[in-house]
């Protein structure tokens, strides 16, 4: 019946809510949770009429109760699920909808119409994707703790480092994709000349099995690898009032959009290993750029100026290239014969 007098109206701060636990189920902590078409909560899993909660916070064992017995807390936010490899996400399709797959895992299709949404897919990882689950509007205007602001922070932090992660990944891809010749662009067999102009087989495939490590020429007008930045990202904001997002479910969405690819330039600018990273293999990967000759049989200029790595490399590297002296106290003839960039997107 409609008030007649004063009220104190419960409120909740924040983005945690409660929901009841569907009979027979069990929810485990960090699990992605979803809604059934009665309102209870189940993990998520291959279903049509789920609707996507959020992560479960503690576990909630309802296995031998009734529907509604107990209930779960569940966070809305953007949470890392699992990646699947049957219908893998990649990073086309950042901004697209993810599908629930089960509790702990996303797909990038709906599986010929037999899965549910399990939010908005912010960023992918070699170890997973980053998925938004509806921010309630509330939580983020009063953002009381403080958690929001800094997560809409984190965002253009990650924004800035997607180049990054589009070049890096490319470069490594480059043992198993082809380059302008038809060969993978790190080959053993590209066409290459010697001093008198005859045709020869020339390597910049370092060989190995292990962790990858590069030398590039970056000085030149032609790159190694080509950066396109077709237009540069955008913050997306769906949070005004008139927006079905926010009248219709009171939730606020943010998201990037921006359009920029990578792609190979010229293999005789890089060399790419994954055999040990030591003095010698530096040496035979230095002489082997260096001696590259044009068709008329002169050189081509090739002088490496970079290393890559990753962090699995890094004390290598800083031992080959920059130490002042070698192990047994001889003096360091590489030390300083090309710069170092270590990053994290050759982990």
Partial sequence: ??????????ERQGNLFSYPVAAASI????ALVALNAAGDAVPGSVATTLKAAGRCETQADNS???????????????FKFKNHGADAIDKADVGNNAFIVDDETVAATDGSATRSVAGVIKQVDSDGVWVTIGVDRDAVEDDQYGVYSPLFS???FETARFPDQLVFEQLVAGFALAGYDGQFFFDTDHLGYDENGAEISYSNDGAGAGAPWFLMDTRRPLKPLIYQQRRMFDFVAKDRVDDDNVFDKKELRYGVDGRMNVGFGFHQMAYGSKDTLDAANF?????AM???KKRSGKPLG?????????PSNRAEALEVIKAERKADGATN???DAVDLLVTEWLS
């Avoid at 019946?1 to 104190?8: E, N, P, Q, T």
């Fill in 283 to 287: 040496e035979a990967a230095l002489a």
């Fill in 290 to 292: 260096m001696g590259q």
């Fill in 1 to 10: 019946m409609a008030l007649s007098k004063d009220k104190d109206t419960p």
């Fill in 154 to 156: 984190n965002m253009g």
């Fill in 333 to 335: 003839v590489n030390r």
């Fill in 302 to 310: 090739i002088k490496p100026n970079l290393m890559v790595c990753g």
């Fill in 27 to 30: 929810i485990y902590a960090g």
């Fill in 64 to 78: 031998a109760g009734s529907a509604a017995d107990i209930s779960v807390n569940v966070l809305k936010g953007t």
